[in-house]
């Protein structure tokens, strides 16, 4: 299987076309790759795939194998992947993601992508957005000496 390992800010994943290759259990593949030991050592897998919705897709699965909504840093190097092989050439692709489309902006320099952005949309920081189980109730109450 062919596959390339990229890194944005310190996330590094290890991406394979699908469009090009098959993959049969992602979650196990993931796993076995992302060992940093006895695999080639990330922090998961991505699968760059066709999408009915938007120019392509990207499906995310954790180094323990579970899949993952969304990466920032994994979808950057989706669209750098995408465009430095030249599988597309516009400055701004669409891509699905199990979080929804994130709309992604290609700067180019030498003919190769040098930044990306990517519209991630509103933060989501209420508790119960958020996949956490807090320890403790904040309240609104105030100290008094």
Not at 49 to 72: R, V
Not at 83 to 106: A, H, L, M, R, Y
Not at 120 to 141: H, I, N
Request: proline share 3%; aromatic share 6%.
């Amino acid at each position: 299987m062919r596959f390339t390992k990229m890194q944005g800010c310190g996330n590094d994943y290890i991406y394979v076309n699908a469009m090009e290759e098959r993959v049969e259990s992602p979650g196990r593949l993931a796993k076995a790759v992302s060992d940093r030991h006895f695999g080639i050592g990330a922090d998961g897998l991505i699968l760059i795939g066709a999408s009915k919705t938007a120019d392509f897709s990207m499906e995310m699965y954790n180094a323990d194998g579970s899949k993952g909504a969304m990466c920032g840093n994994g979808i950057r190097c989706v669209a750098k992947y995408l465009f430095d092989n030249g599988i597309v050439k516009k400055p701004v692709i669409n891509i699905e993601t199990k979080s929804g489309i994130k709309s992604c902006s290609i700067m180019t320099m030498n003919g190769k992508a040098y930044k990306i952005t990517v519209d991630m949309g509103a933060a989501a920081l209420r508790p119960e957005q958020v996949p956490v189980k807090p320890k403790a109730t904040w309240s609104s109450t105030s100290l008094s000496s």
